[in-house]
C-alpha cells in the first residue's frame, strides 16, 4: 500500500508552516504502507496540478493533505470541501479569488473519502486533542482538498483521499492575541 501525503509550504508571511513539519516528521514506513512525503504551494490552482502529478507518478491507493488552521486547538479532520475560492488573503503568488467556483463542472461539495470519524477516534485514543470539522474554509486548505475528492469522484475511484488541519506550532503563537 502507498499514501501520499502533502503539507503546504509557509504562506502569510510566515517562515514555517506545521502542515509540512508535520509531514517532514513521518517515517517511510507505517504498518506495511509506504508513506510518500511531498510539499505542495500555497497557491491557488497550482496546488492541485502539483498533487495530480505526485499521484500519476507514484499511484498511492490513498492521499492525505495536511494544511494550518491557525487559531484551532486541536487536529482536524475534514469532512467536507466545498466549491468555492474566497481567499481573504492573497496566497503565495498574489492571487486572491473571490466567489469563484474550484471546478466548474465539479460538484457543489464532496465528502472526504477516508473515515473521518475512526480517524478522530484513533488522534483522540493517543491522547491528541482532534475533533472532525465540517468546513476546511475558502482558502487553498479547502482547494486542495476540493480537487483531491474531485479527481477521485472523476478520474481515481480506487484511491481514498481527506484532508487534515493542523494548528500552530507554539513558536508561531508568541506574539499573537490570547486563544490561538
Do not use: W
Request: charged letters at 25%.
Amino acid at each position: 500500500m502507498k499514501v501520499l501525503i502533502t503539507g503546504f509550504d509557509p504562506f502569510g508571511g510566515a517562515d514555517i508552516n506545521p502542515a509540512y513539519e508535520a509531514v517532514k516528521l513521518l517515517p517511510d514506513v507505517i504498518k506495511g504502507a509506504e508513506v510518500i512525503k511531498m510539499e505542495i504551494p500555497t497557491v491557488f490552482f497550482r496546488e492541485g496540478k502539483i498533487l495530480e502529478a505526485g499521484i500519476q507518478k507514484h499511484k498511492p491507493d490513498a492521499v492525505i493533505c495536511i494544511g494550518q488552521a491557525g487559531g484551532r486547538s486541536g487536529i482536524s479532520v475534514e469532512k467536507v470541501a466545498i466549491n468555492l475560492m474566497e481567499a481573504r488573503i492573497p496566497d503565495n503568488e498574489g492571487q486572491q479569488p473571490f466567489d469563484q467556483p474550484v471546478c466548474e463542472d465539479g460538484e457543489n461539495a464532496y465528502f472526504a473519502a477516508v473515515p473521518v470519524k475512526a480517524m478522530v477516534a484513533a488522534v483522540r485514543s493517543r491522547g491528541i486533542p482532534a475533533r472532525i470539522s465540517y468546513t476546511a474554509g475558502t482558502y487553498v486548505c479547502n482547494d486542495v482538498m476540493y480537487r483531491l475528492l474531485y479527481l477521485i469522484d472523476k478520474k481515481y475511484s480506487g484511491m481514498r483521499g481527506g484532508f487534515i488541519h493542523v494548528p500552530y506550532l507554539p513558536e508561531q503563537v508568541i506574539d499573537l492575541p490570547d486563544g490561538m
